[in-house]
């Protein structure tokens, strides 16, 4: 008789795991709601939106923050108030949520997709710069799930080929970077801008939202003027086309309850995924993202990992999954990459710049991203943050789940592959 739950034996573990978003803060988030309702203002730069701005770019040490709506339009803020248009090309990395690509097509520019980083599954800086063109306005690093991208070498490509940088850090609400010059900074705020998202599985939410971050005040004017339909901020700046990107006052109160658990929450999560990386790195193939020694706090939206096919005896990721889902693990792929995911249909009438990625040409759906393709497509694992939540008993379950599939690794290895979700 089989003891893998896959093939019905009894699952490591059936506790259920810490509930997100959090009760205590559901519970904070209505009081603050319950406030904003009785203020009388209900949005436009209101106390809570104000309030939440700065808190948030303070935690982030950065010194502006602009609300938008989601982290899609934080991008499309970001790269509109950078002057980013029509036919200019933004470096992003292949590995990313769609929005990262879609945005910088949305300014009528053409993004680039380049490899990652084999251990931090981050973008890699030099494969950017080895795609670097004259049409090269803008490198946009993203800090994958619960890994940081290496700043310092992507500030210098972005240095010495005059390019700005815009950090997606949907996922990173808190890493914190070892500047060369020994001061530590926020995710976020390592570039010109940094954009992040607020939607309901990130680990700051108000269901939907997201912000722009800068030290670049000028910057920041241009920001809040382009997701307030085109108004000028300020006397002398000039008004511009924009959108109505903005949050309400009950978004900002939600926010606001987040933030002030997200300190302490930080802290578990971060203190589990070390605990996780030290015990799992023990484990035959199984490869955590690479902490770099310049983190010095890891925000982590998902913990993610490479996982061997050939250390356990070819059994494909697909049925570890399973399996390990069975016993009780929340665990996924993770993104597949975003030439290949099925709403990258870009039709050339509407985004006549972006010819490069016409369904004839290789780049549409193959650039050369190797390693991107070999990790999102074999070896992805992540696991979603709820998870590093818990006790340090919790996360270990993690760990003995993945000796016990190991141990019966041979049972695993006769059964055939599985879509992975
Ligand atoms: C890396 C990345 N960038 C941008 C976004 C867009 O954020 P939103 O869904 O809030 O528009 C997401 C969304 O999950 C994301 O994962």
């Not at 010059?181 to 309901?200: K, P, V």
């Not at 199984?286 to 005896?313: H, K, M």
Request: proline share 6%; hydrophobic share 40%.
């Amino acid at each position: 008789m089989s003891r893998l739950a896959i093939n019905g034996g009894e699952p490591l573990r059936t506790k259920p795991w810490p509930a997100w978003p959090r009760p205590e803060t559901a519970q904070r988030a209505a009081e603050l709601v319950s406030e904003a309702l009785t203020s009388g203002k209900w949005a436009g730069d209101g106390p809570m939106e104000n309030a939440f701005a700065e808190r948030f770019a303070r935690f982030s040490r950065a010194r502006y923050g602009v609300c938008v709506s989601s982290g899609t339009t934080a991008l499309q803020t970001a790269l509109e108030a950078a002057g980013i248009g029509a036919g200019d090309e933004v470096i992003v990395p292949g590995l990313t949520w769609i929005a990262t690509a879609s945005a910088v097509l949305s300014t009528n520019g053409v993004p680039v997709f380049t490899d990652i980083d084999p251990e931090t599954f981050c973008l890699d800086a030099e494969s950017a710069e080895a795609a670097i063109t004259p049409r090269t306005k803008a490198i946009i690093p993203v800090h994958l799930s619960g890994a940081m991208a290496d700043m310092d070498a992507i500030n210098a490509v972005a240095a010495r080929h005059n390019l700005l940088v815009i950090e997606d850090a949907a996922h990173s609400h808190g890493s914190l970077w070892r500047c060369p010059d020994g001061e530590a900074r926020g995710a976020g705020a390592l570039g010109l801008a940094g954009c992040f998202s607020f939607q309901a599985s990130k680990s700051l939410t108000s269901g939907e939202g997201g912000i722009v971050l800068t030290n670049d005040q000028d910057f920041a004017d241009r920001c809040w003027s382009y997701r307030n339909v085109g108004r000028a901020r300020r006397e002398g700046q000039e008004s511009v086309l924009g959108f109505n990107y903005r949050i309400s006052e009950v978004q900002a109160a939600v926010l606001l309850a987040g933030l002030e658990a997200l300190e302490s929450e930080l802290a578990t999560r971060d203190a589990n995924g070390q605990y996780l990386n030290r015990r799992l790195a023990e484990l035959p193939g199984i490869r955590p993202a690479r902490r770099d020694p310049r983190v010095v706090r890891q925000a982590y939206y998902g913990y993610i990992l490479a996982y061997d096919p050939e250390a356990w005896d070819g059994v494909p990721r697909s049925r570890f999954l399973k399996a390990l889902q069975a016993e009780g693990i929340r665990a996924a792929g993770g993104f597949v990459p975003v030439y290949r995911m099925e709403y990258w249909r870009i039709r050339k009438e509407r985004f006549p710049f972006a010819s490069r990625y016409d369904p004839s040409s290789p780049d549409y759906h193959e650039p050369n991203c190797p390693v991107v393709n070999r990790f999102s497509l074999e070896q992805q694992v992540t696991i979603p943050h709820p998870v590093l939540l818990g006790t340090q008993d919790d996360v270990e379950d993690v760990t003995r789940a993945v000796e016990k599939l190991y141990e019966q690794r041979d049972e695993l290895a006769q059964q055939p592959a599985l879509a992975v979700q």
